[in-house]
């Protein structure tokens, strides 16, 4: 593939709700642009994007695809990313790195929830792009309907440049509301319009010519004074005001039987911008921590943000970059700025979905990919050694659903350690630890298909099995009355005895204040060296309480009198006598259980707000507060984690995938009696 300089160059995510063709779209943009021959389909697991087998096998696409293309003297790197909720971590990621996106709209199912996620991230970034709407060759497929959706739930600035002729299995093609001609879907060449089209098509083209003029003062002046606006002000007219963000121009046609393609690919040459067009990218200088300018030019110092890591057993990992100033060459030396450090580059490739083409370097603007860096990972700034600079990273959706991984053998166990943090930078939107309370693993994902694929591909990739379960929650035991214990441990068998006798005094504490031991002995009666022994028994019974087994918190423990014998006692036999007057203190100290209570916050289309505050209800959740953000509402609450194991999949359910949430640990709460029950006596029946 040619060098390109960064005014010609096209950085283009592709975005839609799940189902919406947007991969056939991409297919047929290959093929289009003879990138490549033949087209392939997602049924047959034949296109070029979604290579991965799990997305072959499941006929959807779950990591974003780079491919790269040209067409008429432009470079377009064309970023497929996954439609489905569960893997945004991937839309974000490409998001980052373009300057530009097309949305991809069904002309059967109209603006769905998924589209409605993937435009307000567009949103945040202030995107220009395109609209697409595709499949119009299907049944029930309607332009108009479609239309009217975009405009009422996306934004009123969505206009037509295209409108269909016909719909269904009438439909036979497109016609262009700038040069008003109509082109057939079978052959592409020109057709006559019908004087009732032509009519429908002076309308709509008076609508996007009253839009793209108001960008440029002569030209207002012009239309106003009744004057005729020319073709080539109007193209001129749209670039402008889509790079402004001013109109998102919309396409149609069909990807499966590649009608209306080839004209959305001079659409991406002609309105969208390229890396020199776009608002000035800023870095900072980790050594000061100031902002500093990066100037899009190519004899500038290297700075390139990695978007994506991709972890394979055999060719080891690949790391994808995007260049904002200088160049990558390949055998050369970049800095990590993040992890301040030097790595060695190799080959630098441009990408095709798995194919990598390889290059003599990749200039700015540009996107491409590197191989096996030992530092590195997604969100990294590599740099020049010689000039330090750290780009913004990459902020992904939270993680919300959480559940314990469990090998299947012992042998997986051996692996799991090392794969799951692996296919995790393959995904930072996985987050992976160790809960120290009840001794699991724990993997959290968007949603239940991101970890059920995570599970899949440990086994795919890696080999390893593994089981997903509901965690455990993180219960602890406390006591509410203050009491003393003692425990006189004296044991006699031939020679040394063992002899320790230890009075402790336990008193609850506030909620938060933790397990504290003290020592108030008088006049030795324990001798010194003993009272760590006490200590160790004490914090050793701590951890397996009364109750149900759980660990014992706020919790203040006064060892405050005891006796020894000068020859039978040992530390042993205090540390015995330690953990058993613990024991009897929290029996006889009315003991309870305590579970952790989670701050939420949520936000719901106001529609659904009363059954998200009914459903709390029913969770022992309260409600602490709400504030209105258009028509959203953000409600702040407290619920038990214990009912919140599976509030990802129950919110996405009540409202439609349209709610989301964020969720903290908040502090440590006494268990209603009837729920303390149930967990104790399951505790019980489990460890039978």
């Not at 979604?50 to 959807?60: K, L, N």
Request: hydrophobic share 40%; glycine share 8%; net charge negative.
């Amino acid at each position: 593939m040619n060098l390109y300089k960064a005014d010609k160059i096209r950085n283009v995510a592709l975005l839609s709700h799940y189902g919406a063709g947007k991969t056939s779209l991409a297919e047929a943009m290959l093929f289009d642009s003879g990138t490549i021959k033949r087209l392939g389909s997602v049924e047959d697991g034949t296109t070029t994007s979604d290579c991965d087998p799990g997305e072959i096998t499941h006929h959807m696409s779950m990591n974003l695809s780079i491919l790269s293309q040209e067409w008429k003297d432009n470079k377009l790197n064309l970023i497929d990313t996954p439609g489905y909720l569960d893997f945004a971590g991937e839309v974000k990621s490409a998001l980052r790195v373009c300057e530009s996106a097309i949305v991809v709209v069904c002309a059967t199912s109209g603006v769905e929830v998924g589209t409605e996620y993937v435009w307000s991230y567009a949103e945040e970034k202030k995107l220009p792009r395109l609209v697409f709407i595709n499949k119009m060759d299907r049944d029930n497929a309607d332009f108009f309907r479609v239309l009217e959706d975009i405009q009422s739930k996306l934004a009123t600035r969505c206009l037509p440049v295209q409108l269909p002729i016909g719909a269904q299995a009438d439909f036979q093609g497109i016609v262009d509301l700038v040069t008003m001609t109509g082109y057939s879907a079978s052959t592409s060449g020109k057709i006559e319009l019908s004087s009732e089209l032509m009519e429908q098509a002076k309308s709509y083209r008076e609508k996007l010519v009253e839009a793209v003029v108001e960008v440029d003062d002569e030209l207002i002046n012009k239309y106003l004074n009744g004057e005729e606006v020319s073709n080539k002000e109007i193209f001129a007219a749209i670039k402008q005001a889509t790079v402004a963000g001013k109109l998102v121009p919309i396409f149609t046609g069909s990807a499966l039987r590649n009608v209306g393609v080839s004209s959305l690919l001079d659409a991406i040459n002609d309105y969208l911008p390229s890396p020199v067009e776009v608002d000035t990218v800023l870095g900072v200088n980790p050594a000061t921590g100031d902002e500093e300018e990066i100037k899009l030019e190519a004899g500038a110092p290297l700075s390139s943000l990695v978007f994506k890591t991709t972890a394979d057993p055999f060719t080891g990992k690949v790391s994808c970059l995007r260049i904002y100033s200088g160049a990558l060459f390949g055998n050369s030396q970049v800095w990590n700025a993040n992890k301040g450090g030097m790595e060695r580059i190799g080959q630098v490739f441009t990408l095709l979905g798995k194919t990598q083409q390889v290059a003599d370097q990749l200039s700015v603007g540009d996107i491409g990919a590197v191989a096996k860096l030992n530092l590195t990972t997604t969100g990294d700034t590599l740099c020049a050694p010689e000039h330090h600079v750290i780009l913004k990273g990459i902020e992904f959706p939270q993680a919300n659903l959480s559940m314990a991984v469990h090998p299947q053998t012992k042998g997986d166990l051996d692996k799991m350690s090392t794969v799951l943090p692996r296919v995790c930078e393959e995904d930072p939107s996985l987050k992976v630890h160790r809960d120290s309370d009840t001794n699991e693993t724990i993997v959290s994902g968007i949603g239940d298909s991101h970890l059920e694929m995570l599970k899949e591909r440990m086994e795919r990739k890696f080999g390893v099995k593994v089981n997903m379960e509901t965690p455990k929650i993180a219960y602890k035991e406390t006591i509410t009355l203050p009491t003393k214990a003692e425990h006189k441990h004296k044991k006699q068998s031939g020679g040394h005895g063992q002899y320790g006798h230890v009075l402790l005094q336990l008193e609850p504490l506030p909620r938060g204040s933790g397990f504290e031991f003290s020592v108030k002995i008088v006049g030795g009666a324990i001798p010194k060296n003993y009272i760590p022994s006490v200590e160790k028994g004490v914090n050793e019974a701590k951890n397996d309480g009364v109750l149900a087994g759980y660990s014992v918190d706020d919790v203040k423990v006064i060892l405050y009198d005891g006796s020894f014998h000068p020859v039978d006692s040992s530390d042993i036999a205090f540390k015995i006598a330690g953990a058993q007057a613990l024991k009897k203190g929290l029996a006889q100290g009315q003991p309870v259980l305590l579970e952790p209570i989670m701050n939420l916050n949520i936000t719901v289309p106001e529609t659904y707000t009363g059954d998200i505050v009914g459903d709390l209800n029913t969770k022992r959740g309260h409600v602490l507060g709400m504030t209105p953000a258009g028509d959203l509402n953000i409600i702040q609450a407290q619920a038990p984690r214990a009912e919140l194991l599976r509030y990802a999949i129950n919110l996405r359910s009540m409202t439609q995938g349209r709610g989301s949430f964020a969720m903290e640990f908040s502090h440590y709460e006494e268990v209603p009696a009837h729920v303390g029950q149930k967990v104790i006596a399951e505790e019980k029946s489990n460890g039978d």
